[in-house]
Every structure is written in C-alpha cells, then in structure tokens.
C-alpha cells in the first residue's frame, strides 16, 4: 500500500517567514496530493490540493510542488502569521474523493513566533 | 458552507463495551469514509462506503467493526467489543464523487 512520509515533524518560524514542508510518497499510481491544517480541537480542513498533471499550484500565500519522477511534493507558506500556526498534513490518494482513500503523512506542527 | 458532523465529540467506554459513533455527511455526498487518529501517530484509513455497501476497508477494520448508513442521513461505525487499544480520535469524512474529502471534527474514543 500507500506510504506517505512527512517531514519535518514540528516547525517554528519567525511572523514573516516562509515555512515549507516536504512529503514523499511510495506508490506510482497516486496521482492526488491534498494538504490538510487542523487546529486544535478543530476538523482537518483542506487547504490546498494538486494532481498529478499539475508541477505547481498557488492560492495567495500558499503553494504546493510536486515531483512525481522523484515521488515528493512541499507545500510552502510565504509571509507567516500567527493564525498559521497549526498541525499540516500531506496525504495521497489515486484520485479525489470517489472512494479513493487518503494515506497520511504523519502531520506537521507549525508554530508561528510573533 | 455544509459540514460533516459527527456525535458524540467523546465517548468514554469500558473495555468490551459496543460502542457507536454517529456521522452526518454533507447532504449531497455519495462516498463515506472513517479515518481514525491513535495520539501522537498520523491519521490512518478505516473504511470507505458508497452505494450501501463497503468499498474497501484496511488491516485495522477487522470483524469487530461494522459501518452502516441506517438512513438517508446517518452513517455509523461499531466497534462491537472495545480494546483498549480503539481508543483514538475517530473521524468521519464524505466526498461529493470526484471532488475533496470533508471532515468531521471527530470523536474522541477513550476505553477504560
């Protein structure tokens, strides 16, 4: 199956600086990478996704990269703020929704520092 | 914006106890999923649901979990007879086909 490796596991910035986060997958046929924040106590919410006929995608201060000859994908954060601060979690699947299900990546703990 | 909800948000239950956590998908979703979190270990996949019956479903779903959509809003997971180890954080999720999954805030499932 899917094995989807996440590093680093916790991160702390400086308001203002970029974060970035790296993933990589195992399995050739994923061809959806979904990156979910999840606050505390709070629901994973998708915030940004690329598939696999994209390099990039960017949505304001957010972007994602993927490499799918080198099987890793990063999501990048520019111009950090407190509001940032939250567990990231890259996932694979072969396809979005329609009973593909997500594997995880063991989640990020950004800390932005005011 | 229509959220997945799920009830309750914790549950505390003795070991071998049946225990049920309730999902209300978004309303015009077709797929259903339980993903379930063990603390401090990634979210990992249960089950996946569609068209009234099981799609496909991991290692860890064994004979003692079931999942069922008993109407035309509710799906539910059982764990027939807990182990300590279910204890986790259990989340339900719905896409509208091929689209994004949703989540639930999830259930905190914590065995005695």
């Known amino acids: 199956g899917e094995n989807v490796e996440q590093h680093p596991s916790t991160l702390s910035v400086q308001e203002g600086d970029s974060a970035v986060i790296k993933c990589t997958y195992s399995?050739?046929?994923?061809?959806?990478f979904p990156w979910y924040k999840q606050e505390l106590g709070k629901r994973p919410q998708l915030i940004i996704d690329?598939?696999?006929?994209?390099g990039e995608k960017k949505d304001q201060r957010i972007a994602v990269t993927l490499n799918k000859t080198a099987k890793h994908f990063s999501l990048h954060i520019t111009e950090t703020q407190p509001e940032d601060s939250a567990v990231y979690f890259c996932?694979?699947?072969?396809?979005?929704?329609?009973?593909?299900?997500?594997?995880f990546g063991a989640g990020t703990t950004v800390t932005v520092r005011a | 914006e229509p959220e997945v909800t799920q009830t309750p948000s914790h549950q505390v239950t003795q070991m071998g106890q049946e225990v049920i956590l309730r999902c209300v998908p978004i309303s015009n979703h077709l797929y259903f999923y339980w993903y379930r979190q063990i603390l401090g270990q990634k979210v990992e996949f249960l089950v996946s649901f569609y068209n009234n019956e099981i799609s496909e479903k991991s290692e860890i779903f064994d004979d003692q979990f079931s999942v069922e959509r008993p109407d035309g809003s509710n799906f539910t997971l059982k764990i027939r007879s807990t182990k300590l180890e279910d204890s986790a954080m259990y989340f339900c999720?719905?896409?509208?086909?091929?689209?994004?999954?949703?989540f639930g805030d999830g259930t905190r499932l914590s065995i005695l």
């Open positions: 399995d050739s046929a994923s061809n959806y």
């Open positions: 996932a694979a699947s072969k396809g979005p929704g329609a009973d593909y299900k997500l594997s």
């Open positions: 690329i598939r696999s006929n994209v």
């Open positions: 999720a719905s896409s509208g086909g091929y689209a994004p999954q949703h």
